[in-house]
């Protein structure tokens, strides 16, 4: 049968841990960031691989074989994406925990972020998606005082906004996953290799 194997179930395994809970234990987890390559540079947990949420199902070979090894722990900004990405994992048989409050809970609690020197910070996709989605909306509003019909532009992202929220997903999201301020950096370290890590 082709595809990843379901993992056994394991009672000591929790869906979700709280900060406190998984600094002391973060050398038991394979921790696995799902957000994309810039914000993942900018600060995530000690040891943490990246693999951009996008990028799961690609990945989902190497992170069964991780987990054979380690529970998964996935990581995110604030622990949106992370379970997005344990529903994922979970459909493909890949059992992980979700960080609850993500890396903003971790550094809130006064743990230490690893940085790449030099990197740039952009903005938690969270943030991106607010600021693009608020930006469009009133911009139909301004354009449809002199051009009706551009109101039409502030209805479609609403209706997007309300699309996203029903099914916890986010077109927007990964549009901008794709900029330049959000791909990796010349020093990241190329996904092939860090499938490699996972495996090894």
Avoid: K
């Amino acid at each position: 049968m082709n595809g990843p194997q379901t993992t056994p179930a394991t009672p000591t395994t929790p869906t979700a841990l709280t900060v406190a809970e998984a600094a002391a234990r973060l050398d038991a987890f394979t921790v696995v960031d799902v957000r994309t390559p810039g914000e993942y540079a900018s600060g995530r947990l000690p040891g943490a691989h990246n693999v951009p949420l996008d990028r799961l199902d690609e990945a989902s070979a190497a992170l069964m074989e991780a987990a054979r090894r380690r529970p998964l722990l996935i990581v995110c900004a604030s622990g949106a994406r992370s379970a997005r990405g344990c529903a994922r994992l979970a459909e493909l048989g890949v059992r992980a925990a979700t960080l609850e409050g993500g890396t903003g809970a971790w550094a809130a609690a006064g743990h230490a972020l690893e940085r790449q020197a030099g990197a740039r910070t952009p903005w938690p996709m969270d943030r991106q998606v607010r600021l693009a989605a608020g930006s469009l909306v009133v911009a139909g509003f301004a354009a449809g005082l002199a051009w009706p019909p551009a109101h039409w532009l502030s209805g479609m992202v609403g209706a997007g906004l309300v699309f996203s929220g029903a099914t916890n997903t986010c077109g927007m999201a990964a549009l901008l996953a794709r900029l330049p301020h959000n791909r990796p950096g010349r020093d990241a370290v190329p996904f092939e290799e860090t499938l490699t890590h996972l495996t090894t």
